[in-house]
């Protein structure tokens, strides 16, 4: 039941909205709602197609990389490592491309360094048993690090044309930018991973309680590596992304404040800390409000100073919200719970 | 004898790494020794490789430097006691920094004013964490982390407005040139600001009560709670005083680079964190001092300053704290969850013995060790009023005592011993006992030292304490085991601390470990001073006075011998042996009415285990891979009463072989004609009757009295 539960919840919550007592999704997209209906009838030129795919185009690395993050808030970890993975597999990758080496072969590269980064942090995790936040943060600067000395410029650049490397950042089918197909394809594969799955079931039952799991013989340690895994394809898989739409990979990412976009997006939409609730509707719903108001601040030309501080805010805000929809047990909390 | 023994013992301690491993894991100044050493190291090594590095003038200004990252790196350690966390430290720090500037720039505020406004703006900013962190239990780690973002952006906004105004403004303040390049004592004004505040909230954390409450929450906020301790304002403040103390960092930056910009403070709560856990202040809260945070401080400064002076670009910078950070978190976790294991598993650390071959104790071979069954008609006095009765003893007037489990000393007396009291509740262990001249009873108590008790049943402590060793890490000032007593003819108490390494519960251990950790102490009564008289003896259990006060026969449980130390004489201050080849375990030693003594066997050798006594190795690793109670174990569950000669020669045996009613024999009185048997697991106390002895005869009297055979 306790491996059932958080998963029927939202399903039910996918199909029958109940207005009575909406849930946090809900609340979201109904925002969400809201601000479209008003940046469109406000803003000029956010209503139109072009601008809409394009808000769409320009969530989608934000989505995939929260689908990463939302897995493992689900099981109750945190990867703030995840910008500074797909940043720096990626700039190894290219640098590499640039060396003289076949673009499938970068590719591949990039994706053996995300996934050797995410099975490290997986294993400090589940066996060292240190705190997720202390060592995926730490993991960022150490692979900026190391990035940095491997691929020494602050932007790499991808040929101009590879379409191994560009098509699903810069392709389009059917007139739709290929990003958010990839988005969608990896919301659509993650969802059926987390709910139709045992692997997926067993994340929510660690993410709901770590202990009962590990009792009940869930192989936790082995799954921990594997989530951090995942997370790691995925960063990789925006990467690629990124690099189609971008024509380069930027470390000065690593260094910013893309990853706590990241993790607002997952917070926001209502997958809590506290892990073991909320879905990929959830990373949905909270990817295209972040986006939303993303684009407009483009639009209103907003100072990125000023954006930080508004996205500060909201996220303080969304975390004292989760604190409070979900208290967790802050007596017998640890550091880095 | 005792020469060679007591090197080859010393030599034994001296040559035991283990031994030493396992005190110093438990010695609570280890750990801060090994970041200590790092620091030192890194400092000679860059001493070594950078010209200059080791002058006094540039000592200073790596202090001045220095000052301001210590701040801000004590702000981050008291956040982390108690178990929360603060990463907006270098963004508090520079936009304190920012608001000193403004403050004396544009507003041109006093320097007084300033200093008080930005520390106030420090405190709020400090407060807003602390709101949410202890008022609205938000978590530490992501909470903080977004007031980061919020206050850097904030902090880079207020910069691309002012840095033209800042640059271009001066004020021309003595005192605010003095903050910033200043010197007290020769000492960087920032760097002496920062020791006094160290002293402070060293003392405040250390020696305050709601310095206590602080770690008590970081230790277990459930605990704190339930203990009364108001949760969520100790948090909010110790928010405000992280926000105070980063400001106060602020002001000095200020007042030395008198400008601002968009690097300021980057990147500081990261170091920060990497240095005090890396000083040894646990993540897991509850832990750590202000001066270990300091340790890790300056390895963390040493070793980024250094790497720039090197040349080393940013980033290997970076990954090199990254990598620092992953490695002190684990071994930080690692090391909280498994000290206690592994001080555990290498602190019994066994030790080759080669015991003297065992007689035989073959029934009907006509050795004085032949077993027999003269006590297993024994009388039973007290069946189950007395719990493990370890030594028993009578007064003057036929009245019988016994020390027991319960702390209790439990006397018998009337016809047949019918009437049960309890005389004295002293606690502890009560072990050996003996009357004084005054008749006292003096008790050896386990765990307390030695006691007295006075006729009229009030208790008093003898002393529990003896002379410290100077070269062992192990404290042994405190009694630990004393075990049994006996008092010489000028009322020196001399008695028997069997064990300085275990404790009653574990002291077969220390038989397995076969070291010399016992100690004979003495107690004058004269001077009421206690010394240790033989330092380094195998368990010594029994004490007895011989019959001529002139020397001290001593038991030792390990080696199975009885020792004699000579009191006074020629031989005054040595140690021999008395007998060498037992068949058992000796525990205590008493006199006989025949001028010869009695002497209690605990348990009775085994073939194994004399074999396992010659493998230290054996034994090692039984400790360390077998479960406790599937260990090999000297076999103290049955034994006899032995009665020998001045002259150390066994003269006939006492048994039980059943078991059944004196499984373990730790002592035996003789008084009136009548043999009295206690055993330290007993549910009663055994008598019987002595053929041809003298039925006068009492100890009291052999003691100070008119049977006493002491020659003067």
Same mark, same amino acid.
């Given at each position: ?337 | ?81 108690? /178990? ?200 897991? /809260? ?77 029934? /009907? ?207 005054? /201050? ?139």
């Amino acid at each position: 039941m306790a491996i059932e539960s958080p998963v029927a919840a939202t399903e039910a919550g996918h199909v029958r909205l109940n207005f009575a007592k909406p849930n946090q999704e809900q609340i979201v997209l109904l925002i969400t709602i809201v601000l479209l209906v008003v940046f469109g009838a406000t803003l000029n030129g956010f209503a139109t197609v072009s601008n809409l795919l394009n808000l769409l185009r320009s969530i989608s690395i934000l989505g995939i990389l929260g689908l990463g993050m939302g897995l493992i808030v689900i099981s109750r970890g945190i990867d703030l490592s995840e910008v500074a993975i797909m940043a720096g597999s990626w700039a190894i990758g290219l640098i590499e491309v640039q060396q003289g080496m076949p673009p499938w072969a970068a590719v591949l590269l990039a994706l053996a360094v995300a996934l050797v980064i995410g099975a490290i942090n997986g294993l400090m995790v589940a066996f060292v048993e240190a705190p997720a936040l202390f060592v995926t943060l730490a993991a960022g600067f150490v692979i900026y690090g190391l990035a940095f000395w491997f691929a020494p410029a602050w932007v790499v650049y991808a040929p101009k044309d590879e379409p191994v490397l560009l098509f699903l950042g810069a392709g389009r089918i059917l007139g739709i930018p290929v990003p958010i197909l990839v988005f969608a394809v990896a919301a659509i594969a993650m969802q059926l991973f987390l709910s139709r799955t045992s692997i997926g079931r067993f994340i929510y039952s660690q993410g709901d309680n770590p202990e009962a799991a590990r009792l009940t013989g869930i192989p936790l340690r082995p799954l921990i590596v594997l989530e951090y895994v995942l997370v790691a394809l995925l960063a990789w898989l925006a990467g690629l992304v990124w690099i189609g739409t971008t024509g380069s990979i930027q470390m000065a990412i690593t260094q910013g404040t893309m990853i706590f976009d990241v993790v607002l997006v997952v917070v926001i939409g209502g997958i809590s800390l506290v892990g073991g609730r909320g879905s990929v509707y959830s990373v949905v719903v909270g990817c295209v409000l972040i986006g939303t108001l993303l684009n407009a601040f483009t639009i209103m030309d907003v100072n990125s100073e000023v954006q930080n501080i508004i996205k500060g805010v909201v996220l303080l805000a969304a975390i004292v919200l989760d604190n409070w929809l979900h208290p967790r047990d802050e007596e017998t909390a640890r550091q880095g719970d | 004898m005792s020469m060679t023994m007591d090197s080859f013992t010393a030599s034994v301690r001296r040559f035991s790494p283990r031994l030493l491993l396992s005190e110093l894991l438990l010695k609570q100044w280890f750990e801060p020794v090994i970041p200590f050493t790092v620091m030192i190291g890194l400092w000679l090594y860059f001493a070594l490789t950078i010209p200059d590095y080791a002058s006094t003038q540039n000592m200073l200004s790596l202090l001045r430097l220095f000052a301001e990252f210590g701040f801000v790196a004590l702000a981050m350690s008291f956040c982390l006691i108690t /178990g929360g966390i603060d990463l907006s430290v270098g963004a508090i720090f520079a936009l304190c920094n920012f608001a000193a500037l403004f403050f004396l720039l544009v507003l041109e505020w006093p320097v007084g004013v300033v200093i008080v406004a930005t520390l106030a703006v420090g405190a709020a900013l400090g407060s807003i964490n602390g709101f949410l962190v202890g008022h609205l239990k938000t978590r530490p780690f992501l909470t903080t982390l977004v007031t980061l973002i919020i206050l850097r952006a904030s902090v880079n906004l207020l910069n691309t407005s002012y840095a033209q105004v800042f640059a271009t403004n001066s004020v021309d303040s003595d005192a605010w040139d003095f903050l910033g390049v200043g010197s007290v004592l020769g000492i960087p004004i920032n760097a002496a600001t920062l020791f006094v505040v160290l002293l402070v909230c060293h003392i405040f954390l250390s020696r305050s009560r709601y310095g206590w409450h602080l770690t008590a929450i970081g230790a277990s906020r459930k605990a704190a709670r339930h203990a009364g301790i108001r949760v969520r304002l100790m948090l909010f403040f110790t928010y405000v005083l992280s926000g105070t103390l980063c400001a106060a960092s602020g002001i000095f930056y200020a007042a030395r680079q008198s400008s601002t910009d968009s690097t300021t403070g980057v990147g500081w709560e990261f170091q920060a964190l990497t240095a005090v856990v890396l000083g040894g202040v646990s993540l897991a /809260g509850g832990k750590g001092t202000v001066w270990r945070a300091m340790i890790g401080a300056i390895i963390i400064f040493l070793l980024i300053n250094g790497l720039v002076r090197m040349g080393i670009p940013g980033y290997v910078t970076s990954a090199v704290t990254g990598m620092i950070l992953l490695a002190a978190v684990g071994i930080d976790v690692k090391w909280a969850k498994n000290r206690g294991k592994a001080i555990q598993k290498i602190y019994v650390n066994p030790a080759f013995v080669a015991l003297a071959p065992a007689p035989s104790v073959q029934r /009907g071979s006509g050795s004085p060790f032949a077993q027999n069954d003269r006590l297993i008609h024994a009388q039973a006095i007290g069946v189950d009023q007395v719990e493990g009765p370890e030594d028993v003893i009578l007064d003057r007037h036929d009245r019988l005592y016994g020390s027991t489990r319960d702390g209790n000393i439990i006397r018998f007396s009337g016809e047949n011993f019918t009437t049960r009291e309890i005389f004295a509740h002293i606690g502890g262990r009560p072990l050996g006992m003996q009357f004084d001249r005054d008749e006292n009873l003096i008790v050896a108590v386990a765990g307390m030292g030695v006691y007295g008790v006075a006729p009229d049943g009030r208790v008093f402590k003898v002393t529990d304490e003896t002379n410290r060793t100077w070269y062992k890490l192990n404290d042994d000032s405190r009694l630990r085991m004393a075990d049994d007593l006996d008092i010489a003819p000028d009322g020196k108490i001399y008695f028997s601390d069997c064990t300085t390494r275990y404790e009653m519960t574990t002291n077969t251990l220390d038989i397995l470990e076969a070291r010399p950790n016992g100690r004979l102490v003495c107690y004058d009564p004269a001077t009421k001073t206690t010394r240790t008289v033989i330092n380094h003896f195998y368990f010594p259990n029994g004490v007895c006075a011989s019959h001529d006060g002139r020397s001290l026969l001593i038991a030792s449980t390990s080696l199975c011998k009885v020792f004699r130390y000579w009191l006074e004489g020629p031989k005054k /201050g040595r140690t021999e042996v008395l007998i060498d080849e037992l068949p058992g375990n000796p525990d205590n030693i008493n006199r006989a009415s025949d001028g010869t003594y009695w002497l209690a066997l605990v348990g009775i050798r085994t073939p194994t285990f004399d074999l396992a006594s010659r493998k230290p190795g054996f034994r090692l690793r039984m400790v360390k891979q077998v479960p406790a109670d599937e260990w090999l174990a000297p076999a103290l569950n049955h034994g006899c009463v032995l009665k020998f000669n001045e002259a150390g020669e066994a003269l006939e045996s006492w048994w039980d072989p059943t078991g059944i009613s004196h499984s373990t024999l730790t002592s035996m009185r003789e008084h009136k004609g009548y043999l009295y048997l206690g055993g330290l697991e007993n549910n009663r106390i055994g008598r019987i009757k002595l053929d041809g002895v003298d039925d006068t005869w009492t100890g009291y009297d052999a003691y100070w009295g008119a049977k006493s055979r002491v020659t003067r």
